[in-house]
């Protein structure tokens, strides 16, 4: 009996989520209801609720939904479905309580290679370069002062920005020297993706 009513109160709870019925959710939850129960096709709210209402996802999370739970069937996680559908403000409420964006799913597809509008939308840019969640606080563990800053991804370490450098004291001024067989052998130019580019060295002209 305790279990067919736990069911119906996680049925209830699923379906609220699923409708985006915030106060009837904020009712359960009131009432006890635990935020991770699975209903009869053993999801749970935060897996099938309405995914533009990121208020939704937001009490849920602060209720303790676990939003890195996969679907049963398909392997996707929460984050997986707020991306393909192109609901950021979701995903951005779902990385915020810890949600991880570094995990593929049932079919090994990570949520920037579902995101709508592609990795270079607003949703891939999200995902591409998600804010840090946790700022480094002096003796706070690994994220002590000088230690290594993990990405908000969970997978790479994000080294902590290089101390301001003194600025060099004044050198005395050369006299320009015009000749072309001093101009560098290249140059680099940084895309908008952060890839090095080399462009070919500029020809001196032949002399006359």
């Known amino acids: 009996m ?9 049925d209830e709870l699923a379906n609220a989520a699923a409708r985006g019925d915030l106060q009837r959710l904020k ?15 053993g999801r749970t709210a935060i897996q099938v609720m309405m995914l533009g209402s990121p208020r939704v996802a937001e009490l849920l ?10 679907d049963p069937s398909t392997g996707c996680f929460p984050v997986h479905d707020a991306a393909s559908a192109g609901f950021l403000e979701t995903l951005e409420a779902l990385h915020r309580a810890g949600a ?3 995990l593929p799913d049932g079919f090994g597809r990570l949520p920037l290679d579902v995101a709508a509008g592609g990795p270079h939308g607003p949703v891939g840019r999200y995902l591409r370069h998600p ?10 563990g690994p994220a002590a002062e000088g230690a290594v800053h993990w990405h908000a991804r969970g997978s790479r370490p994000c080294w902590p920005p290089s101390p301001p450098r003194r600025a060099a004291p004044p ?12 101009l560098p052998p290249c140059r680099a130019r940084i895309s908008a993706e952060g890839t090095g580019q080399v462009l070919p060295a500029v020809e001196a002209p032949s002399e006359r």
């Open 61 to 70: 999370l602060q209720r303790g939904a676990d939003p890195n739970r996969p």
């Open 100 to 102: 991880r964006l570094d």
């Open 2 to 10: 305790a279990q067919q009513k736990g069911r119906t109160e996680a």
């Open 131 to 140: 804010p840090p969640l946790h700022a480094a606080a002096p003796g706070d």
């Open 171 to 182: 050198e005395a001024p050369v006299a320009a020297v015009p000749r072309q067989d001093l």
């Open 27 to 41: 009712e359960l939850l009131d009432g006890a209801a635990n935020p991770n129960a699975v209903n009869s096709y």
